[in-house]
């Protein structure tokens, strides 16, 4: 029987049994038409694919798979790929962050039910590499991380477009009449030309960049283009090392240590990466045990330079980053601020991994010393207005209203702000505060991406372009704009968003981290006595279980009974 460090592998608990249940296992086995020394006594490589139709980001991970497989197979592995459910941007409703603890459970118990000494994780679009990270986490047998990788840069007759970003920008102009009927169809076939994840450093980017800055992905894998061959060849490389991890031994729990995980945060200020990647990341630290607190978010972000010249908050694409050098070549430029020792599943220490880095561009990723800005990209607010925090991705905000006061126009929910936006009437000026209610993981419910308020039609018309946004929701990696998130608590539960009104004068202070409600503390306190939450959108099933456990966004919106904090 194989051993592992004296230990039996654990598949052989399964079918290396002298026992009627063994026999029975090894024989609906074979039912497959394997015969039985293809994978007696060989480590069983679990492929856990997020392949779906519904998920046009992850729609190539069945070939990726089949990349996986055949590098299992040359280290003299067993490979057995399993769908879980896939969460797909575009198409759920109300919003996939509502499924990632659900997708995180699915692939934690997929993993621990089954026979399998390592599993290699097949993700993509930007809930499924932290639902997967999340359940890998908790199973804690041997895992590796394999993007899907962001798809071609977009392209509208000589313009590169981004998706997200630049679809977007182009709406703004296609409302107020500057893009026609005929060019909008034509942009609508050419910003998404192939599968993979979006193609800015958007969620799907970032969390698959911070899987690698983790350790979970062997060094370059995050950011190869989904149509390019080498992501195959990645693909492959990482089944054989597959092998090699359930033989070693090597877990998730000693890869995505404290050390780790402030290595992610500290690359995804570097990358200028999605306000997203704070939740998750709160997520993930919470199912290993690592208490991390929101404020440290800030105090990496303080001494970390954004060197990632890439859109929302930069100019390039995936596509240039990766062909500049990619991610290795922003890690090894912020090395003296990382953990280089950090274990990866390399089986090496992140420094060693970094060593033949090299970068091919320099506009697209500056140097630590020429950063783009010297602090991070997204940044930690508190104050009267978020005594638990909110977040704010400065390097994709408005540079003239960092510092900003101004009176508040309330929209109650999603629902009244969708009404409202396009009304050439709406009382606002480039000096309002837009504040939208009522949307965070238990008010919406499921934290959806609804923080990036749409620019008021009546302003665009006169040209203006940003203003200050506020509200309990999250944003899409891909958007952009002065757009404060997260705030917390959230106002369905009480927190002080819910008792602002229109005409109430508000000040954000991103250089001092302030965010406040210009109000004596008395009036605050007075209306707050009288906020009466509303009754909860779901009594049963899923929906009902995650308003009863969700927590809220400072500590990552993962169920209280998943986390080990
Ligand atoms: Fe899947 Fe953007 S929609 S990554």
Redesign the pocket.
Known sequence: MTKLNGKKLRSQEWWGQPNYESFARRAWMRSEGFSSDFFQNKPVIGICNSWSELNN?NAHLRIVAEAVKRGVLAAGGFPLEFPTISL???FMRPTTMLFRNLMAMDVEESIRANPLDAVVLLC???KTTPAQLMGAASADIPAIMVPGGPMLSGQWRDRMLG??TDGRKLFDLFRTGKVSEEQWCEIEGGISRSAG??TVM???STMTSLAEALGMTLPGSANIPAPDSRRLTMAEMSGRRAVELALEDLRPSQIMTRQAIENAITVDMAIGGSTNAVVHLLAIAGRLGVDLRLDEFDAISRRTPYIANVKPSGEYLMEDFFYAGGLPVVMKEILHLLHGDAMTVSGKPLRENLEKAECFRREVIRTAAEPLHPEGGTVILYGNLAPDGAVIKQTAASAHLLQHTGKAYVFETYDQMRSQIDSMDLPVTKDTVLVMKNCGPKGAPGFPEWGHIPMPKVLLSQGISDVVRISDARMSG?SFGTVVLHTAPESALGGPLAIVQTGDEIRLDVAGRQLELCLPAAEISQRLQKFTPAPPKYDRGYGRLFLEHVTQANLGCDFDFLRKV
Request: glycine share 26%.
């Open positions: 980001c797909g941007e575009m993509g679009c930007d998706s997200g994840h979006c958007g969620t799907a891909t």
